[in-house]
């Protein structure tokens, strides 16, 4: 009896050692940048990770290994089923894997989890989850029935379920239950990548991404969200629990040279493709010339402290309800000191004069007023302007309020010119400071482009990341472009500043001392 019992247990453990010579998990080797990224993933230290990688650095096969593991191994700290006499352990996970859209889960990221009958030939590893590991397999030539192509739903015999998911579908596809961990194969829109970490659970939090950031299809201006929410924050030490990683093409050395060589002619040196497609540097994914190319985070950003009190206080302010911005500044020494961003999504002019008063109850000097020139027309509904509006709900502040807007707007080009000499002149001076507080506008100086008439780009889509660049950096522009103008046009009349002192106006044209560009 005993003589059976060991020979039976050294065929379990010879069986054991056989799957493992040819288990795919086993089989497959990373290259270094691949194996940091799995090892932080299926670490304990950080709950998100991304890969944002070069084009074939080997991103999706990093990140199917860190799913299928987790699918067919478990987690490191199981929930305990607790009976009268015995204590179960359960290691099965249920784990999402979101794609941009159906026909690149199926033919990319599957075939790497999985055989679902699409796996080309020529992979450079076999699935990482074997046939024998999915419930319903029954031997060699079967089919397993744990794959359900209707739902799109993989189940495995130890009880684990992957879920693969299409960005395309929508948000509501995404609601239901708690997972363990979601895999992003490329970016998703923001509103998914936020409902799927929502449903993943807070026992073991595991969201990891692996990507390229392109500019997004259907984007005017090709901003990745992930850029301003993840990257820039993660560069500036904002989110302590997450992790990111970035590889090149060059990292992955079994790409064959022929291969890399035809992309590096299709991509030319320095282009934006080039750097991110084949470099995999972390770039906003910008499709178009920057607008106010002059700025730079490390010479323009600084620590102000609040505004100096027996100074006028600029209120720069661009009207929309989604969203109504407005800046805080004050020019010094004929520097612009950008204080405070105000920001209100969705706002309204009469919320936005509450808001600064609360913040600015008293001022000892007057208070300038910037804006567009079209924020002097009627409304439709209250047969007010909006300068009206904003006089009118301030009309008890202490101190004399002074709209110093121009008649008419300057041409867009040369208030764009405005801002960039501003932020760096011909001797290299800079003129512009903004605090450290303010997050908006630093964005909009980075990532607003010109249009191809070199005006500024924009976006009536409130789902394009882009739809939130422009606002404060257009109020910034008004500032600039009234006090420091950049024309290529003589000034041929008078510029007109209205004073509002109580319930008198008064009626002050000024000349403009404007610079002529050549």
């Known amino acids: 009896m005993q003589r059976e019992l060991l020979e039976e247990k050294l065929a379990i453990l010879e069986a054991i050692k056989q799957r493992r010579a040819n288990d795919p998990v086993h089989l497959w080797l990373p290259h270094d940048k691949q194996r940091a990224f799995i090892n932080s993933v299926l670490g304990n230290e950080y709950y998100e990770n991304w890969a944002f990688w070069a084009n074939r650095a080997g991103k999706s096969d990093a990140g199917a290994l860190c799913g299928a593991k ?34 690149s889960s199926r033919d990319i990221i599957q075939p790497k989890y999985f055989d679902n009958g699409f796996v080309p030939a020529g992979s450079t590893h076999a699935p990482f989850i074997p046939d024998r590991e999915i419930e319903g397999y029954k031997g060699p030539g079967d089919r397993p029935s744990g794959w359900r192509v209707s739902d799109q739903v993989l189940r495995l015999k130890n009880g684990s379920i992957i879920g693969f998911k299409s960005a395309d579908s929508g948000r509501k596809k995404f609601q239901g239950t708690e997972r363990d961990w979601v895999h992003f194969d490329e970016e998703p ?111 323009h950003l600084k620590k102000l402290g609040p505004p100096e009190f027996r100074k006028p206080l600029c209120w720069m302010l661009d009207f929309n309800v989604q969203p109504m911005v407005s800046l805080i500044g004050q020019r010094v020494n004929g520097v612009f000191r950008v204080h405070k961003e105000i920001i209100q999504n969705p706002g309204s002019v009469i919320e936005m004069a509450y808001e600064f008063k609360r913040q600015y109850p008293t001022h000892g000097a007057e208070i300038w007023i910037y804006g567009d020139a079209t924020g002097g027309h009627r409304d439709a509904q209250t047969g007010k302007s909006d300068y009206a509006l904003l006089v009118g709900t301030l009309r008890d502040y202490p101190v004399p309020l002074r709209l110093r807007v121009p008649d008419r707007n300057p041409a867009v080009p ?41 005006g500024i780009k924009k976006t009536y889509n409130p789902k394009d990341p882009y739809f939130y660049r422009t606002h404060t950096s257009d109020s910034f522009r008004y500032w600039v472009s009234y006090e420091a103008p950049v024309t290529s046009e003589p000034l041929s009349s008078p510029r007109t500043v209205y004073q509002y002192t109580g319930r008198t106006t008064i009626r002050m044209p000024q000349y403009g001392n404007r610079e002529r560009q050549r």
């Open 414 to 454: 040369d208030s764009i010119n405005a801002v960039n000499r501003a932020l760096k002149d011909e001797q290299g001076s800079i003129n512009v400071e903004i605090d450290e507080s303010c997050e908006d506008l630093p964005l909009d100086l980075e990532n607003v482009l010109r249009d191809p008439h070199g």
């Open 189 to 299: 829109p923001l509103d998914i990548y936020v409902e799927c970490t929502l449903r993943v659970g807070a026992r073991r939090l595991r969201v990891f991404g692996t990507c390229t950031l392109l500019p997004p299809e259907g984007q005017v201006g090709g901003v990745s969200w992930a850029f301003e929410k993840l990257i820039q924050p993660w560069q500036q030490k904002k989110l302590p629990g997450v992790q990111l990683f970035t590889a090149s093409i060059y990292d992955n050395p079994h790409i064959p040279r022929e291969d890399i060589a035809r992309l590096e002619a299709k991509y030319p040196e320095g282009s934006l493709e080039r750097r991110i497609r084949l470099n995999g540097e972390l770039l906003p994914g910008l499709a178009g010339a920057r607008a106010y190319a002059a700025f730079e985070r490390s010479l």
């Open 70 to 103: 987790q699918a067919r191994f478990g987690l490191d700290n199981p929930r305990p089923a607790i009976g009268p006499h015995v204590t179960v352990y359960d290691r099965a996970t249920s784990g999402w894997v979101v794609s941009l859209d159906f026909p």
